[in-house]
Nanobody, 125 residues
Framework: QVQLVESGGGLVQAGGSLRLSCAAS????????IGWFRQAPGKEREFVAA????????YYAASVKGRFTISGDNAKTTVYLQMNGLKAEDTAVYSC??????????????????WGQGTQVTVSS
């Protein structure tokens, strides 16, 4: 089992920055990748970014590429999501998730086996 806890959410003005953290514990050595997803009220959960531990390969949704940066520590215990240039449409609950492997790639929530509770990000315009 892997436990995930997000932190760093909050209220920020448009154009501002936040850094989210995802702290992993348990059998972290078994994780293949960590992803960030978000869900706004009335919308489906959507992929934001992911990092694959092998080779530190990163993936981004087109809507956040160039504004958000995902990174992780070598111990596979913490993953960060640095969010710059925030927009009102970035408002959502952000959750991190751990995958033991990818079948089709990082973009579907179905690829992930463990989930955190989420942290609220609100961007005021």
């Amino acid at each position: 089992q892997v436990q995930l806890v997000e932190s760093g959410g909050g209220l920020v003005q448009a154009g501002g920055s936040l850094r989210l953290s995802c702290a992993a514990s348990g059998r972290t050595f078994s994780t293949y990748a960590i992803g960030w997803f978000r869900q706004a009220p009335g919308k489906e959960r959507e992929f934001v970014a992911a990092i694959r531990w092998s080779g530190s390969i990163t993936y981004y949704a087109a809507s956040v590429k160039g504004r958000f940066t995902i990174s992780g520590d070598n111990a596979k215990t913490t993953v960060y999501l640095q969010m710059n240039g925030l927009k009102a449409e970035d408002t959502a609950v952000y959750s991190c998730a751990a995958a033991r492997t990818y079948t089709t790639g990082p973009y579907s929530p179905r690829e992930y086996d463990y989930w955190g509770q989420g942290t609220q990000v609100t961007v005021s315009s």
